[in-house]
């Protein structure tokens, strides 16, 4: 990897059936999985999309949320809004040469697929309804790195196989 260019990592809660949501909701209480997002994310820019940011509601505190809206007239305050993932991402590593986080929804994890370097999964073991999902894990593209078992879930990193460059 580029020693300039920082790491580019997804962080998501998906169950076995690839949900990651219903509506705005999330379909689970996991124990331990908001502190690991904190612990993972804190100090480093988020990219989403405007529904996650309207889900959880404010920017969050030690970290620079970057908003992706075609909507115009979308302002929050203490956040930054781009029109779409790319010029998001390209900003996010602007501001920060460690790490960049990719926090959803599943339309945002989709365009930065590409561009992601590791991902940060909470595997939840259930399969509850849904109509937001995760891309689905090819092990050919990625490699199991580390995994933490729990009751009920795991905490699990995938790194990118391939070596290409990206953005």
């Known amino acids: 990897m580029d020693q300039q260019r ?76 781009h029109d779409d993932v790319d010029a998001a991402l390209d900003r996010a590593l602007q501001l920060d040469r460690e790490l960049v986080v990719v926090a959803g929804g599943g339309q945002v994890y989709r365009a930065a697929w590409g561009r992601l370097d590791a991902l940060e999964v909470t595997e939840v073991d259930a399969e509850p309804a849904g109509d937001v999902f995760f891309p689905a894990v090819d092990a050919g593209e990625w490699a199991e790195t580390a995994r933490e078992q729990h009751e009920g879930h795991a905490f699990v990193r995938f790194e990118r196989r391939s070596t290409r460059a990206r953005g």
């Open 6 to 81: 920082a790491q580019v990592v997804a962080v998501v809660a998906v169950a076995r059936n690839g949900v990651i949501g219903a509506g705005p909701d999330i379909p689970w209480h996991v124990p331990g999985d908001q502190a690991r997002f904190r612990r993972l994310t804190l100090g480093h820019p988020l990219v989403m999309g405007r529904l996650t940011y309207d889900a959880i509601g404010r920017p969050l505190p030690g970290r620079t949320t970057l908003v992706v809206s075609r909507d115009p007239s979308f302002a929050p305050a203490g956040v930054e809004v």
